[in-house]
Structure formats: structure tokens, C-alpha cells
């Protein structure tokens, strides 16, 4: 397989902002309204939303279909995500990531495979999560090498001691960082916080900004190290504060929504002042 894209040459920004579109439930699901093209629609009007308002990149996820299959679902949410990231990806010009939950990354590196997506998000690449859904085991020996066999460059962009989950066992963060890239093979890493639209610790981000920093090593010195992302509770007030962490991006969902409630529409004028804010910081930071 030729050469992956590194994920920081992915995005035209230095530092870029990720805007989510949460789908609402898919076919299957307990909440499904019955009709599969207002569903469609809706993804599409929030990716547009979303790049109208300026984000360098889009995470498209099933969001709406809890209770969430552990780590293995159903032929038809994959034909159906499948078919709304195509629509996506040809609406759209910014970068764009498929996370398929809970933490399925075979399916999610097949349907980013399928549609020309630029990277996957995995909730438990590696080690070990107590869930909701119960107890999450990395699969990363498989992912990387589906990968390959896919010939697919599509980046692997993993979190670390995920939201909604309690990691098992007492491994720091910073170590959990080191190994999701070193011996995982993860292109970034993401810092949480507890739940979705939580904030994440700014010490904790920093502590893996630092290790990253200190510990990686790469085989080419003019290669960027993996970047680190900040995944939750980041608002317009806080995303500089992220930024003074050292994160190299952020991922960002609730705050971009009307009234900055998760299921409700994007709202651009949300994600305008949001990406001003980000902009505004890190053109002071390189002044």
C-alpha cells in the first residue's frame, strides 16, 4: 500500500474545527420515523449548515440509534450510513470522518473506504472499556490491517479514555495516548470529557499533548507528530482554552446546535461564531 495521507495535511487549517452531524435513527432503530429521506435531508442540510459556517472538516455518526450495538452492527446500518456519507461527501468540500457506533471500526473504515472519506473516529482502539454496552475490548491488530488490505488512505483518528466509558484498569492517560499510536498505529488521538457536550480536562489534554511531544517516535523527521483533538464540550468560549492546551484541533457537536441542545438542528450562525472564536486564537497564538 502507498503512503497515508498524515491526518494534519488532511485539513487546510493549521488548527482545524470538526463540526458533528449527529443522524437521528436510522432504519431499525427504536426511534425511526419511517421515512428514510427525511433523514437524508436532514444530514445534508447539517453538513451544509456546517460548512456554510466554516468548519474545516465533518464527523458524520450514528448519534440517534441507541442503545448502541457494542462493536458489530447490523448489514443494514452499514448500507444505510453508506448511503447517507455518499450524499454527504458529494454535497460538501471539506474532509470528512465516519464514526460508527458504538465502536464498530470495521464498518466504519469499509463505508470511509466505500464513499472516499478521509478518516474514521474509534471510540476503543485500544485497551479495554466498561460501557453501557458493556465491555469494550480494542481491535486494533484488526483495524489496521483491514486497512491495508482495503488499501484504503483513510486516517485513524482514536480516543482515549473514551466518553461514556470507564476505562479498565489504572493507566494513565498520557500512557494510554503513547500506546493508542506506538502500538496502536492511530494517526491522532482524541481527549474527552465524560459525556457528550462535557467538557474535556485541560490537563489531561495537556498531559497527552506533552507525552506525544516527548515519546513518539517517528520515522521521518519532516512528518508532523499525531495530532491531539480535543472531543466534547468545546463552546466559543472555551475552544481557546483548548487551543493554550496545545490541542491541535477540536471536535464539536452540542455547541453548534440551536439552543446548544445535541438533537437539535445546526445552527450556522452557532458554528460561525464558534470557528471565528478558534481563528481568533490561533492567530494570536502565531503572532
Known sequence: MTALTPLSDRFDADRPVLGMVHLPPLPGSPGYDGDREVVRARALEAARRLEAGGVDGIVLENFG???????????????????????????????????????????????????????????????????????????????????????????????????????????????????????????????????????????DVERVVDAISDGVEIDDRSSPLPPVFVGSGVTSETVGDCFEAGADGVIVGTALKENAKTTNPVSRERVAALVSAARTRDAGDSA
Open 65 to 203: 440509534d441507541a442503545p448502541f450495538y457494542p462493536d458489530d452492527v447490523p448489514k443494514h446500518v452499514v448500507a444505510e450510513m453508506t448511503a447517507i456519507a455518499s450524499r454527504v461527501a458529494n454535497t460538501v468540500d471539506v474532509p470528512l470522518g465516519i464514526n460508527v457506533l458504538r465502536n464498530d471500526a470495521e464498518a466504519a473504515l469499509a463505508i470511509a473506504a466505500a464513499v472516499g472519506a478521509d478518516f474514521i473516529r474509534v471510540n476503543v482502539h485500544v485497551g479495554t472499556a466498561a460501557t453501557d454496552q458493556g465491555v469494550l475490548e480494542g481491535r486494533a491488530h484488526e483495524t489496521v490491517r483491514l486497512r491495508d488490505r482495503l488499501e484504503a488512505d483513510v486516517a485513524i483518528l482514536a480516543d482515549v479514555h473514551v466518553k461514556h466509558a470507564t476505562p479498565v484498569g489504572d493507566a494513565p492517560i498520557e500512557r494510554v495516548a503513547l500506546e493508542t499510536i506506538e502500538r496502536g498505529r492511530a494517526d491522532g488521538v482524541i481527549v474527552s470529557g465524560s459525556g457528550t457536550g462535557s467538557e474535556a480536562e485541560l490537563e
